[in-house]
């Protein structure tokens, strides 16, 4: 399957709902550190539901420790100063997924360090900002699961 990778991120609803997510969709998920909120607050809870399962999910101190941490496989940094569009990628069992926090995005030092073809994003209107960031942790990592023929899935 797929590891998804939240860098810093700062709204606990959203990494709820990618908790949820991914516990539906089979990845495993990656938090790297710091965090805007406490991995037992409320709303983190309510959004995660009982999908809170902690053995698919992952928590790195910094950056450098999640690098370790997938070390060998392909990461795509998702973002919208990607280069090539999402769905135009042909994915692997074991591809990562980096997105960055919600306010900001991923930061220059990491986008510098990705290749430029490994800088996805997913179409949007011209005048649009960006998406919520559960939404395309959704939309990327479903296609990536619909190219593996949605293995393990029902």
Not at 14 to 38: A, Q, Y
Not at 90 to 112: N, W
Request: charged share 20%.
């Amino acid at each position: 399957m797929f590891d998804i990778a939240l860098y810093e991120p700062e709204i606990a609803p959203n990494t709820g709902n990618i908790m949820r997510l991914v516990r539906n969709n089979g990845c495993r998920l990656h938090l790297i550190e710091p965090l805007g909120f406490d991995l037992q607050e409320k709303k983190l809870r309510r959004a995660g539901l009982d999908y809170m399962d902690f053995g698919h999910i992952s928590v790195h101190a910094n950056y450098g420790d999640f690098l370790a941490a997938v070390a060998g496989n392909r990461l795509f940094a998702c973002t919208t100063k990607g280069s090539q569009l999402h769905h135009k990628v042909a994915y692997q069992a074991g591809d990562v997924l980096l997105f960055g926090p919600e306010t900001r995005g991923l930061p220059p030092s990491v986008l510098d360090s990705i290749e430029p073809a490994q800088r996805i994003r997913v179409p949007m209107q011209a005048e649009s900002r960006s998406l919520n960031l559960a939404n395309a942790v959704a939309i990327i990592s479903y296609e990536a699961w619909r190219q593996q023929d949605f293995i393990g899935g029902q």
